[in-house]
């Protein structure tokens, strides 16, 4: 409990100058999360201790000016919801909900308590706003730090685009910080970080939608998926990664009402076997809807080649895990050519954040730009005729408008060890790509991985890359 207002010993508590104990009243900068009615919503709690009579009475400012008065606890003979009686050693609890809508303005709480015609400030908390509430997870690349010293990803930053708590593997200080903060696209694991590519996503919706955006990273570079476990017993403990961000999404108030949460992971785990992936993913999936219920999406980007050395079969799982699971969107990290096998430049990043406020636009917003939005994905491989020497590959989005770098055909690859080889690529039409072989095959199975890094790639016409597969059935 904090308190605001105290008597300078217990023979001064009087009428004037109770103890009053606030359990729960916002913080400067918070964000509320907005609810369906577009309105953000924060409980003011406490006790007053020891008055005879007099009110505790909040007053709400938009913009400086008096926007709405609130009686939070009446010590008066006339009783209504919010009075009690009083007296010394008495104590009096009050609790109440107030909400704010959700728009690019500066609100003030102020409490005060009034006897007679005195009135004490006892409680402020300033510039607070209603928006809207992502997460982020993973390793290094959800992160998104300022990897080569560039000093370009604070450019997004505004004023209404925020964070709360500190990233820092240590418990003390995720305890110890409390404040909400201007996010921060350049820094990991400090207070605001929310990295390049949250930063810049934010940005876009926030200048689009003129919505407020409050954004907690909480990724760990160079992190296995096992890492990122849940303490089933203890949700929020501490020492654990899913802990302190879970910690800290409760202790700004914003657990219950996140939005959406982005999972970037997945380069270390290059020696972890796809099957125990794919069972500690679903774990983590089921946690992340128990913990924050009202999550609506879940994005996940599948990891690019090097950097810790990830399977194709890793990556195609990840690609496929909106086919498996309910609510997840995959994003591809490919045609991202500021890329130095590991991590992105700040354009790379820069991309990414594009390529993902897009789709927040068209999940959250109403938004009707949806053409060659989302990443290429297979739907089929077909051969053309029965000397299998031609290969149809139709991808999900009929309308899609594909775009085939020069070199892109090498990185089509024949499974079940067969020795032909894919010779050239065309497209065949939107959505379609027809991929000649050297000569007939007996082969099954396909699989793309892209280039590591820089290189030629299979995009949209909106540059977003196509998703890696591996082990795509080829049907006859």
Request: hydrophobic share 40%; aromatic share 10%; charged share 15%.
């Amino acid at each position: 409990s904090l308190i605001l207002c105290s008597p300078a010993s217990f023979q001064d508590l009087q009428a004037a100058n109770p103890q009053i104990y606030f359990s729960s009243f916002p913080k400067n900068l918070q964000i509320l999360p907005r609810d369906e009615t577009n309105f953000g919503y924060v409980e003011i709690s406490g006790v007053v201790d020891g008055a005879e009579s007099g009110q505790l009475q909040l007053r709400i400012l938009r913009n400086g000016e008096l926007w709405a008065e609130h009686v939070l606890l009446d010590l008066s003979q006339s009783k209504d919801a919010h009075s009690a009686t009083g007296g010394p050693g008495t104590s009096n609890p009050f609790t109440r909900s107030f909400g704010i809508p959700a728009e690019l303005a500066n609100f003030d709480f102020l409490a005060h308590w009034q006897t007679g015609t005195e009135t004490h400030l006892v409680a402020k908390a300033n510039n607070l706003a209603a928006g809207d509430v992502y997460i982020i997870s993973g390793q290094s690349n959800a992160n998104a730090a300022d990897y080569h010293g560039e000093q370009l990803a604070n450019q997004h930053q505004r004023y209404w685009l925020r964070s709360f708590g500190t990233a820092s593997l240590n418990p003390n200080d995720v305890i110890a910080d409390l404040n909400w903060h201007l996010a921060d696209g350049e820094t990991a694991g400090w207070s605001g970080s929310v990295g390049t590519w949250g930063l810049r996503m934010g940005q876009l919706l926030l200048d689009k939608y003129q919505i407020p955006i409050a954004i907690l990273n909480g990724a760990v570079g160079g992190t296995l998926i096992s890492y990122h476990s849940r303490n089933d017993q203890q949700h929020d403990d501490l020492s654990t990664a899913y802990g302190r961000l879970l910690w800290r999404a409760k202790a700004a108030g914003v657990d219950q009402r996140a939005k959406a949460f982005f999972w970037y992971q997945g380069e270390s785990d290059g020696g972890t076997p796809v099957a125990t992936y794919a069972d500690s993913f679903y774990d983590l999936y089921l946690d992340w809807l128990e913990d924050c219920p009202r999550l609506k999406q879940i994005y996940l980007m599948p990891v690019l080649k090097g950097c810790g050395n990830p399977t194709l079969e890793l990556r195609d799982l990840q690609r496929r895990s909106a086919d498996l699971l309910p609510g997840i969107t995959v994003m591809s990290v490919t045609a991202t050519n500021a890329h130095d096998g590991c991590h992105f430049y700040y354009s790379g990043y820069r991309q990414l954040g594009d390529r993902l406020a897009r789709l927040l636009a068209r999940d959250f917003y109403g938004s009707l730009d949806t053409a060659n939005i989302t990443a290429p994905n297979p739907l089929q491989a077909q051969f053309t005729s029965a000397n299998r020497g031609q290969i149809m590959l139709t991808y999900r989005v009929a309308s899609d408008q594909l775009i085939l770098g020069s070199d892109v055909y090498q990185d089509f690859k024949l499974g079940d060890g067969v020795p032909e080889k894919v010779i050239s690529a065309a497209i065949a039409g939107p959505g379609q790509i027809l991929l000649t072989l050297d000569q007939p095959t007996s082969a099954t199975l396909m699989r793309y991985a892209g280039p590591n890094g820089s290189g030629e790639w299979l995009m949209n016409a909106r540059g977003v890359g196509a998703l890696a597969f591996g082990a795509l059935p080829i049907l006859p």
